[in-house]
């Protein structure tokens, strides 16, 4: 059996580190109480996450597929 995720999983990867740096970049502006740092972090994180839930829709969508063809 083949893994459905292996194309993806480069993007996973990129996907946790981006997540990872969001996560330093809002500790960092919370602790500088910078507002300006602090939105671009937010911006950082929602692009972060909309990326890693357009891999988990892409995943999705291939399990689908497998699920009816398995049937």
Same mark, same amino acid.
């Given at each position: 059996? !083949?893994?459905? @995720?292996? /194309?993806?999983?480069?993007? !996973?990867? /990129?996907?946790?580190?981006?997540? *990872?740096?969001?996560?330093? @970049?809002?500790?960092?502006?919370?602790?500088?109480?910078?507002?300006?740092?602090?939105?671009?972090?937010?911006?950082?994180?929602?692009?972060? @996450? *909309? !990326?890693?839930?357009?891999?988990?829709?892409?995943?999705?969508?291939?399990?689908?597929?497998?699920?009816?063809?398995?049937?």
């Amino acid at each position: 059996m !083949f893994d459905v @995720a292996d /194309s993806l999983r480069a993007g !996973f990867n /990129s996907a946790q580190r981006a997540l *990872l740096d969001a996560q330093t @970049a809002l500790a960092r502006a919370g602790a500088g109480g910078d507002a300006g740092h602090g939105n671009a972090a937010m911006a950082q994180t929602a692009q972060a @996450a *909309l !990326f890693q839930e357009a891999l988990l829709a892409a995943e999705h969508a291939r399990l689908a597929e497998l699920k009816g063809v398995a049937r």
